[in-house]
């Protein structure tokens, strides 16, 4: 799979392929981070969520990766299917607050 | 459960008018937080309401207001709509006690024209 960054912000992969979509959040103090995903039409969905004592989590065809060190999180999709194709946001929040900020959001185009 | 209710979900006003929206989050949750979302700037935190309380406020104008009852549903107001308030307007739903994912509704489509 293609790695980007936000300021790229469309990912198109085939039908199988591993995605991995990036996100650098800007807060150091953020320990709460979550992905979402977004279907044309449809609010946010929960995907995935990770808390800064973990640098790694795992659910099901998705992982979230967390690097602290350079304020970068990731996310990675398993035998991308047709039905991952929707628009994906991190989200950051804790530091204080639990406000989430949410990144600009980067689309992901899976083809047959 | 029921997810998150959002109504309308399309709506289109004039100029000058104002619009009222309404949201009524999941059963037992007390938070309703509200986003703006367009094209160019992606997910704008605009309030939150926890126990009808405004308890968090984003940095939009005074022309966006909100308010929420003692059912935890809450309505968001916008007056004196502008072109650029056209938008996808989210409420999201949360316990309110922590940190903590949202559930988002599918959101009010507005169109000003």
């Known amino acids: 799979g293609e790695s980007v960054g936000l300021h790229l912000p469309t990912l198109s992969v085939q039908e199988g392929d591993n995605s991995i979509i990036n996100c650098a959040y800007s807060n150091s103090a953020s320990d709460y981070f979550i992905w979402y995903k977004q279907e044309s039409g449809k609010g946010p969905q929960f995907i995935i969520d990770i808390r800064s004592n973990m640098d790694k989590r795992q659910g099901q065809r998705v992982t979230v990766l967390l690097n602290k060190t350079v304020k970068h999180l990731s996310l990675q999709i398993a035998a991308t299917q047709p039905g991952d194709s929707a628009v994906y946001f991190c989200a950051e929040s804790g530091g204080g607050s639990y406000i989430p900020t949410f990144g600009r959001g980067t689309s992901l185009i899976v083809h047959p | 459960k029921a997810g998150v209710t959002q109504t309308p979900r399309y709506l289109i006003k004039t100029r000058g008018q104002q619009v009222t929206l309404s949201c009524s989050p999941i059963?037992?949750?007390?938070?309703v937080s509200w986003y703006q979302q367009t094209p160019g700037q992606g997910l704008q935190f605009l309030f939150e309401y926890f126990s009808e309380t405004q308890r968090n406020k984003g940095n939009f104008p005074g022309r966006f207001s909100g308010r929420q009852f003692s059912n935890s549903r809450s309505e968001m107001n916008v007056s004196t709509l502008e072109l650029g308030d056209s938008a996808l307007y989210l409420c999201?739903?949360?316990?309110?006690?922590?940190?903590?994912?949202?559930?988002f509704g599918s959101g009010t489509r507005l169109t000003v024209v």
């Open positions: 999201a739903s949360s316990s309110g006690t922590g940190v903590e994912s949202y559930t």
């Open positions: 059963s037992g949750h007390r938070s």
